[in-house]
């Protein structure tokens, strides 16, 4: 941040839920934050942390969200509840004497076991520190190997040169066919002539970076894509806005 006038420790990432009371892990005071940028295939097709150099292609820079605070244990653990090891992606557990011990009414119970509670991120502790890297409800599964929606808009982004947030990846069960179908929204219009070619583009580059089939490609406006005030993506709710048919097109 210091071409904006910013010093390195100005800014503090942290990590929190309103299920641990906000606070999970904050960045030291006074510490210049961390950055780690890693190979973005490995990551969302293998979950391995495999470190590369700034700025080197298919490339993924993420920042760390310091370390635990006091009183709070985190614990990255693999689907089956082991523990994932230090150069893998995980889901992030936490515990600790702020963190709730359940829901009004006893839903998603399955998320508690013992002191601990599944907060339902994906991320890795890398050099002590956090880092977050995506949510579990958002995985699109095919074909038995879970892959990340972020792997494949990031692959969609790239090839079509727009900016981060304007494509939305996310799977839906056909019931009558039993089958886990794959939809991308891009918040691009084009034209009809430039229609075919560019979903065949699309379909072609993501078989052949990630072996993903794609079953739908719909093109909208970039103002029609849900987001958070954040600015993030809402995948969730551009599904049901598909489901409900009625995503603007």
Not at 23 to 40: E, R
Not at 141 to 148: E, H, M, P, T
Not at 217 to 232: C, D
């Amino acid at each position: 941040m210091q071409p904006f006038g910013l010093q390195d420790n100005v800014l503090q990432p942290s990590y929190g839920l309103a299920e641990a009371v906000v606070a999970v892990s904050f960045n030291p005071t006074g510490k210049a934050y961390s950055c780690l940028s890693i190979s973005a295939d490995a990551l969302h097709s293998q979950g391995l942390i495999k470190p590369t150099k700034i700025g080197e292609p298919n490339s993924l820079t993420l920042v760390a969200n310091g370390t635990p605070i006091d009183g709070i244990s985190v614990s990255i653990r693999r689907e089956n509840g082991e523990l994932a090891s230090d150069n893998e992606q995980g889901q992030v557990w936490i515990a600790g004497d702020s963190i709730t011990k359940g829901y009004l009414g006893g839903a998603d119970i399955d998320r508690f076991i013992g002191d601990w509670f599944d907060t339902g991120d994906l991320g890795f502790i890398h050099k002590d520190e956090l880092y977050i890297s995506g949510r579990t409800k958002d995985l699109i599964i095919s074909r038995g190997v879970n892959i990340s929606p972020a792997y494949v808009e990031f692959v969609v982004e790239r090839h079509l040169d727009l900016r981060p947030g304007k494509v939305v990846a996310f799977s839906d069960q056909n019931i009558q066919q039993g089958t886990e179908e794959v939809i991308i929204v891009i918040g691009v219009q084009v034209s009809k002539e430039q229609h075919a070619t560019i979903v065949r583009e699309i379909l072609s580059v993501i078989i052949s970076e990630i072996g993903l089939q794609v079953d739908q490609v719909i093109f909208t406006s970039a103002s029609n894509i849900p987001k958070t005030t954040s600015g993030k993506v809402q995948r969730a709710v551009t599904k049901q806005l598909y489901l409900d048919n009625i995503l603007r097109i």
